[in-house]
């Protein structure tokens, strides 16, 4: 434990990659394979399983402190970390212990997610009194399967190709396999010899696009480049192999319940084939929005409701393997041509459809058209480019349309979490409503460090009421907010939810009687969620 | 019964002595706890304060400043109040103020801790009937470590970055932090370099008795001589400034009680925290609060609020004190290198240059409504207000 907390805190302590990823060689060369398996595992991201309740870890440091709830809140509150708090609150470990990561995880962290109340009472407080706070805070971020260090998957793939010897890209194939925190499968990972046995499931690395910043004339001539919409789904890869069909999400998960029709649609396709495509709720040749998408998704078991209710598709936009033969390296244009004898019109897959325009001016223009269009903007893709690995520049780019806005009112504040903690960053925003002001959003994100410092400032000198640790504020500042999508919601005052609401602009030019009417956003509404 | 001490306009007053406080204007007469800036105000007729700290107030409310000293558990008498000072462990001339009028006794802390710190003389516990506590790092979650497990820290750090060929910075206040970082280092590591406005409060440390490991002006010709084995103390404004270029490469530290909460350092975007702080955490002061034996309890300058509650819950009769000076969170100015933050009271230019001055206390009066503003939830303060 001691050796992953070592690791943990020169990653948390650094921001220079490299030595991060000297840190993290470090690491893996030094410990037993069975540690560095589930090390891995977490850096990787990937889930223990289900979390703790943290209200009975909170209850249990209560009775082992002596300290009431009101007292921990407010310490929660000081901190913006729960299992740093906890970790902090608890008295120094009886008898200390250093536990391996591995036995800690299996022995330990497994069989308490799995046990009852009562035992997993009696295992925590086992593991409370033997460690140290540092390593405390560390299990209580096991526990709650947000495990995150400020270390990105490349970095890790880069340590891991490192310390086995191999390229980055052969590396990050074998880590997008399905594979499990164990020591055999770990020596398998950071094996210096090539793999031929592919994994029947294993996905390819996604290539991923660039945001374009700069105007689409710089791009040169339009007919090097293959223009598609971007579409607000869920993007995955469609696999055949074997006779056997996966789907696997970006986020490497496995989705092939949540979709059955789609899988049907998959076992169509010849084996070895690999499409790379976005999931879509689609009515009448129209995506819906994602909020229709949503509600399949954590589902283990597809209702036959939704099933009808929500028809979804999988629109095909790439290929990268073909007759079990890796094609990446083929051009943009070879893999759109094979493409299309794939998804021919006899199988019920669907196509991505070229956007056909013989200038940028062209484009300027129907991307005015996207949001009735139901996209998010369009796919901008180099015709001559190969599928490489991760995010190069240059490949794929993304043009967004330009969010919805509103102009709100800020009412209230709370203290940030992390980096923010004790901060008020975190804001909950009005439009006016006749005479009041209804609340419609709470945003976080959009404003520079001195931005936030400055209503921070603003905040503890303007508050009127407190509500736990919200703070409600003097109606007065104005911020224009942008969001990608609107939708109707029971869950809030205004009947109306956002979808990934921002901070734009801090609108000091404003006055509060101009900020947007609750029918500015009921109107936005209904032009986002029309159906022609 | 009257009384002893009751807030006023500028701070806390004793009617019966008609004295101040720790006043926050300048008052007729003026008892000072230490020389930190919202503690010690400019421009008062007439000072009191601790013996060891004389040429440190001086330093801060002007040479020639009526200063008079008091050694540690002399009494005068003002007014028919029985007026001592008692050291506070806090910095070098730190002091708690004990008052006595009519058989009854009252302790004003200021700021104090009961670790070990060679640089002061140590916290001396003085019963009382009445006992009013700083609280800055009343929160449970504060617990400090020993001093010299933090010092093998800081010395384990600057070898390591010596193997580096890394600069060592240690950010620390100009008052107090620096002087206990300088006493806690290892000269036999390397070259011990100060950044300018620490010159002359730690040649003040030494002139008045303290014992401290050599040092060297942090110049530019020093720093081509000794980059990459030195340790630099700097003060906080420092970080990010064009001053630090040229010792690069560093590695940055901040030595703060704040330092406990992770959030806290990775907002101040430093390389390493340590741990070390000029007040009480938590225990110490329950401790410290149960050893004084008080039957009444005044909590100012922190975590008032949860620090009464959690005093009132326990059957003490405890109430809280409002300060002029509840900063702005703990986060400080600290964490904004440059220049962000409102301007200042009391920061006299000291310095070097780009770095124009160590940025103290940001009292809250700046705001332009400043009363009757619920206090902010978190009202910790900075390192050196404090």
């Not at chain 1, 020169?10 to 394979?33: E, G, I, Q």
């Not at chain 1, 589930?38 to 889930?47: D, E, H, I």
């Not at chain 2, 206390?361 to 503003?373: F, K, L, R, Y």
Request: with cysteine; charged share 25%; net charge neutral.
């Amino acid at each position: 434990m001691k050796r992953f907390l070592d690791l943990y805190q020169s990653l948390d302590a650094t921001t220079r990659t490299n030595d991060k990823v000297d840190a993290l060689v470090d690491y893996f060369c030094h410990v037993d394979a069975r540690d560095a398996a589930w090390a891995a595992y977490l850096l990787a991201g990937k889930k223990l399983g289900k979390s703790i309740n943290s209200r009975r870890l909170r209850d249990w440091v209560s009775q082992e402190t002596g300290y009431d709830a009101w007292l921990v809140e407010e310490c929660y509150q000081s901190v913006g970390d729960l299992s740093e708090t906890l970790a902090l609150l608890l008295p120094p470990p009886f008898t200390p212990a250093d536990p391996p990561l591995h036995a800690l995880i299996e022995d330990q962290l497994l069989p308490m997610l799995r046990s009852d109340e009562a035992d997993q009472k009696r295992i925590i407080l086992a593991v409370w009194r033997s460690l140290d706070a540092p390593s405390r805070f560390l299990f209580h971020k096991l526990l709650s399967t947000n495990f995150r260090v400020g270390v990105s998957r490349t970095l890790l793939v880069r340590a891991l190709a490192r310390v086995a010897g191999i390229e980055s890209g052969v590396m990050e194939h074998r880590m997008s396999a399905k594979w499990k925190p164990t020591a055999a499968d770990y020596r398998k990972l950071v094996s210096s010899e090539d793999d031929r046995e592919i994994d029947l499931s294993r996905p390819y690395p996604f290539l991923l696009a660039h945001p374009l910043e700069s105007d689409l004339a710089a791009l040169g001539p339009i007919a090097d480049w293959q223009l598609e919409w971007k579409w607000d789904g869920i993007r995955a890869q469609l696999i055949r192999r074997a006779g056997h069909t996966y789907l696997v999400s970006r986020g490497e998960e496995h989705v092939a319940t949540a979709f059955p029709e789609i899988v049907q649609l998959g076992a169509t396709l010849p084996d070895g084939t690999a499409l790379d495509g976005e999931i879509l709720a689609f009515h009448n040749d129209r995506p819906l929005p994602f909020a229709h998408l949503q509600r399949r998704l954590n589902r283990k078991n597809v209702e036959l409701m939704l099933f009808t209710d929500v028809p979804v598709v999988f629109l095909a936009y790439d290929i990268m393997e073909h007759e079990g033969k890796d094609v990446r390296t083929k051009t943009q244009n070879e893999r759109r041509a094979l493409l299309e004898t794939i998804v021919c019109k006899s199988c019920d897959l669907k196509l991505s459809p070229l956007v056909e325009a013989k200038s940028w001016d062209e484009i300027e223009a129907l991307m005015a058209s996207a949001r009735d269009r139901g996209v998010e903007g369009l796919m901008i893709k180099r015709r001559d480019s190969a599928y490489e690995v991760g995010r190069p520049r240059g490949v794929w780019w993304k043009l967004k349309v330009a969010p919805y806005t509103l102009d709100c009112v800020l009412i209230a504040a709370q203290p940030g979490n992390g980096k923010r903690a004790g901060l008020f960053s975190d804001y909950t925003f009005a439009v006016r409503d006749g005479e009041n002001l209804v609340p419609i959003t709470k945003a976080y994100s959009g404003l520079t460090d001195d931005e936030i410092a400055e209503v921070d400032r603003w905040v503890r000198g303007h508050i009127t009421g407190r509500y736990g640790p919200v703070r409600s504020v003097t109606p007065q500042l104005i911020f224009e907010l942008g969001f990608e999508g609107i939708q109707e919601s029971d869950r809030h005052k205004s009947g109306i939810a956002l979808r990934f609401p921002r901070m734009l602009r801090w609108r000091k030019d404003k006055p509060l009687a101009e900020i947007d009417t609750l029918e500015n956003a009921r109107r936005l509404l209904l032009q986002h969620n029309a159906i022609p | 019964m009257d009384p002893l001490l009751i807030e006023s306009p500028d701070g806390l007053y004793c009617p019966a002595g008609d004295f101040h406080v720790d006043a926050w204007r300048g008052v007729a007469r003026n008892i000072v706890t230490h020389a930190h800036s919202d503690h010690a105000r400019w421009g008062s007729k007439q000072y009191l304060t601790a013996r060891e700290g004389k040429a440190i107030l001086h330093e801060r409310v002007g040479a020639d400043a009526n200063i008079t000293p008091l050694a540690y558990g002399e009494v005068i008498d003002l007014n028919g109040v029985k007026v001592s000072l008692h050291p506070a462990g806090h910095v070098r001339g730190s002091a708690q103020a004990r008052l006595e009028h009519n058989g009854r006794v009252l302790v004003f802390t200021g700021d104090y801790k009961r670790q070990t710190d060679p640089t002061c003389t140590p916290f001396e516990l003085v019963r009382c009937h009445e006992f009013i506590t700083e609280s800055t790092f009343g929160l449970p979650i504060y617990r400090w470590q020993e001093p010299s497990l933090v010092a093998a820290d800081i010395n384990a750090w600057w070898r390591r970055n010596l193997e580096l060929e890394r600069t060592s910075v240690v950010l620390a206040y100009t008052l107090g932090k620096a002087q206990r970082v300088i006493s806690m280092l290892d000269p036999s590591v390397g070259p011990i370099l100060l950044h300018g406005s620490m010159v002359r409060m730690t040649d003040l440390y030494r002139q008045t008795g303290c014992e401290l490991p050599p040092t060297d002006h942090a110049s530019p010709e020093n720093a081509k001589l000794h980059k990459g084995r030195a340790i630099v103390i700097a003060p906080p404004s420092a970080h990010g400034s064009t001053w630090i270029r040229k010792f690069l490469p560093v590695s940055v530290a901040s030595a703060s009680g704040w330092m406990m909460v992770r959030g806290q350092r990775r907002r101040r975007a430093v390389d390493r925290g340590f741990i070390l702080s000029d007040h009480v955490d938590w225990p110490d002061l329950m401790r410290t609060i149960e050893e004084t034996g008080a039957e009444r309890v005044g909590v100012t300058h922190g975590y008032t609020s949860v620090v009464t509650r959690f005093l009132k819950e326990r059957g003490k009769d405890a109430y809280a004190i409002n300060t002029r000076f509840v900063g702005e969170g703990e986060e400080s100015d600290e964490a904004t290198p440059s220049g962000s933050l409102a301007p200042v009271i009391g920061g006299e230019a000291q310095g070097e240059g780009e770095v124009a001055h160590e940025r103290e206390a940001t009292p809250v009066s700046q705001d332009p409504t400043p009363t009757p503003q619920p206090s902010p939830p978190r009202t910790g303060k900075r390192e050196e207000d404090v």
